[in-house]
C-alpha cells in the first residue's frame, strides 16, 4: 500500500478516519491525501435545464469556504507530527461523493477512509452518511468506514 485517500469535513468521524488513517501509515510506510469537498450544487439532469458553472469568483461566499477548508486541511495535516512531510492536501470543488469516488477512481491511491457519518442533514446522521454510502458502492478500490 503507498497511498491512502482520507476525505475530511471536520466532523467527528472525519477525525477518526484521519487518526485511523495516521495507524495505518505508520505500519506500512504509506503517504496520505487528504482532500476536502466543497459542495458546488448543480441542478438535476433529468429537469433539463442548462444552469451554467456557479463563477467562484463571483461568489461572496466562496473565500470563506476557501479558507475553512484549507484551515481545516492544515490542522489534520499538522496531526500527523513529524510525518506530515508525507501528507499532501487538496480541495476539490463539486457534490461530495463525486468528486471522492472520482479520486479514489482516477488515481494512484490504494484506498480511501472515511467517516461513517459527516456534518451534513440529520436525516442523513441517523443511518450510514449518504456519501459514504454512495462512496462505499461505486468505489473500485477499498473504502474504510469508521463510525
Given at each position: 500500500?503507498?497511498?491512502?485517500?482520507?476525505?475530511?469535513?471536520?466532523?467527528?468521524?472525519?477525525?477518526?478516519?484521519?487518526?485511523?488513517?495516521?495507524?495505518?501509515?505508520?505500519?506500512?510506510?504509506?503517504?496520505?491525501?487528504?482532500?476536502?469537498?466543497?459542495?458546488?450544487?448543480?441542478?438535476?439532469?433529468r429537469f433539463n435545464i442548462a444552469i451554467p458553472k456557479p463563477d467562484r469568483a463571483q461568489d461572496p461566499y466562496a473565500d470563506k469556504e476557501t479558507d475553512a477548508a484549507l484551515e481545516l486541511l492544515?490542522?489534520?495535516?499538522?496531526?500527523?507530527?513529524?510525518?506530515?512531510?508525507?501528507?499532501?492536501?487538496?480541495?476539490?470543488?463539486?457534490?461530495?461523493?463525486?468528486?471522492?469516488?472520482?479520486?479514489?477512481?482516477?488515481?494512484?491511491?490504494?484506498?480511501?477512509?472515511?467517516?461513517?457519518?459527516?456534518?451534513?442533514?440529520?436525516?442523513?446522521?441517523?443511518?450510514?452518511?449518504?456519501?459514504?454510502?454512495?462512496?462505499?458502492?461505486?468505489?473500485?478500490?477499498?473504502?474504510?468506514?469508521?463510525?
Amino acid at each position: 500500500m503507498n497511498k491512502i485517500l482520507i476525505p475530511v469535513d471536520g466532523s467527528e468521524h472525519s477525525k477518526r478516519a484521519v487518526e485511523e488513517g495516521r495507524v495505518l501509515m505508520e505500519g506500512f510506510g504509506c503517504d496520505i491525501v487528504l482532500i476536502s469537498v466543497i459542495e458546488v450544487l448543480t441542478a438535476p439532469r433529468r429537469f433539463n435545464i442548462a444552469i451554467p458553472k456557479p463563477d467562484r469568483a463571483q461568489d461572496p461566499y466562496a473565500d470563506k469556504e476557501t479558507d475553512a477548508a484549507l484551515e481545516l486541511l492544515k490542522t489534520y495535516k499538522e496531526s500527523f507530527g513529524d510525518l506530515k512531510d508525507r501528507v499532501s492536501t487538496q480541495i476539490l470543488y463539486g457534490k461530495a461523493a463525486d468528486e471522492i469516488i472520482k479520486m479514489l477512481n482516477e488515481t494512484e491511491v490504494d484506498m480511501a477512509i472515511m467517516g461513517s457519518r459527516g456534518i451534513g442533514s440529520p436525516v442523513y446522521r441517523n443511518l450510514l452518511g449518504s456519501v459514504a454510502s454512495k462512496v462505499l458502492h461505486h468505489a473500485e478500490k477499498p473504502v474504510l468506514i469508521i463510525q
